[in-house]
């Protein structure tokens, strides 16, 4: 949600009555609620005509919405089904029907990271992956921070090696904060974990943690230790880098392999790029891709990885900041 979207929600919300203003914060993702109260606790004093503008723009848009979306597992299983076929439709319904009572691990979104933290410091390495792979991938690396040097490598390794959730495992996690799931059991897995889970968290660790953590997965299993490397930075992150970095990782990149990225990355990413780019530069470089045919998956994707070494290069240089906060800031 973006910094203006955050303001018009609260003044919407502002705009409302108190117990319909309640009834949208119950939909909110703890995220999200911080966000626009902090806005509403903000807002001190909101001109009528911008009142008047959110309210025509909230009817405008709610007028475009429909009843298509709800109640629609069942719609979405039966075309998953005759599109793939049971067994291939099962591991995708697996992945966005998922079953299970998660309401206790859910309370901990809302409780800040040394809270977490405190909460599970005496549980079993294998019990605070299980929660870790639950929360905001920041959230986590905000929790692993917190945690003892010899726990948060063995935890990350069992990140990166956990496949799935059994509903029993779900509902030892449930225990851990006093919840009790209810219901009954589904007869699959939750699809949580592995090797991009870890990364993921990894990433929004940074600096000096980020390599204690691998260095102890790596005497224990270097493959999984490269396995994390290899996924904690993606072409697709690089949105996530602010334009001074991005300008100084042009600087480094031929114009062959920026050309040949560029041609399987999206439209937001190349937009990106070329805003970085001086008029000249952005106007060669997109002649170059509309004329640039064809190419090889295998082409771009090798263009890519020689890309992310650089970037990885001037990160490890302080002219780029990955992932998060991190530890480390320019100065």
């Known amino acids: 949600m973006s910094d203006a979207g955050v303001d018009q929600g609260a003044i919407l919300l502002l705009s409302l009555g108190e117990e319909e203003a309640a009834e949208v914060f119950k939909h909110l993702s703890p995220k999200e609620a911080q966000k626009i109260g902090a806005a509403m606790a903000n807002l001190k004093t909101i001109s009528r005509e911008k009142v008047d503008d959110v309210l025509e723009k909230f009817h405008a848009e709610a007028g475009e919405q429909t009843s298509i979306g709800l109640d629609s597992d069942e719609y979405i299983r039966g075309v ?6 049971e067994e291939k439709a099962k591991f995708v319904l697996d992945r966005i029907l ?13 409780m800040d990271a040394p809270s977490v933290a405190e909460l599970i410091k005496n549980e079993h390495p294998q019990i605070m992956a299980s929660i870790l792979v639950h929360l905001d991938r920041d959230h986590a690396a905000a929790i692993l921070n917190l945690m003892p040097d010899r726990v948060r490598g063995d935890v990350i390794m069992r990140i990166a090696t956990l496949d799935g959730i059994h509903p029993n495992a779900l509902r030892e996690l449930n225990e851990t904060i006093s919840k009790v799931l209810s219901g009954p059991d589904q007869v699959k897995k939750a699809a949580l974990g592995g090797v991009r889970t870890a990364a993921e968290i990894l ?6 943690s980020e390599t204690v953590i691998l260095d102890a997965v790596r005497t224990v299993d270097d493959g999984i230790a490269q396995g994390i490397m290899d996924e904690m930075f993606v072409f697709e992150n690089l949105m996530d880098i602010d334009d001074r970095g991005i300008q100084a990782m042009l600087k480094e990149v031929q114009s062959e392999s920026l050309v ?16 970085n780019m001086s008029s000249r530069a952005a106007e060669m470089l997109k002649e170059d891709l509309e004329s640039r ?23 490890d240089e302080g002219q780029i900041v990955l992932g998060g906060s991190g530890d480390d800031t320019f100065v």
Request: proline residues 3%; without cysteine; hydrophobic residues 40%.
């Open 203 to 208: 990433n929004y660790v940074g600096g000096a």
């Open 293 to 315: 045919g064809p190419v090889r998956l295998s082409e771009v994707e090798g263009a890519q990885k020689e890309m992310l070494k650089i970037v990885r290069r001037l990160a």
């Open 80 to 85: 998953l089904n005759r599109a793939l076929g």
């Open 260 to 275: 040949l990225s560029l041609k399987g990355a999206n439209p937001d990413l190349r937009d990106k790029i070329l805003r």
């Open 98 to 110: 998922q079953g299970g009572d998660t309401s206790g691990i859910e309370s901990l979104k809302w």
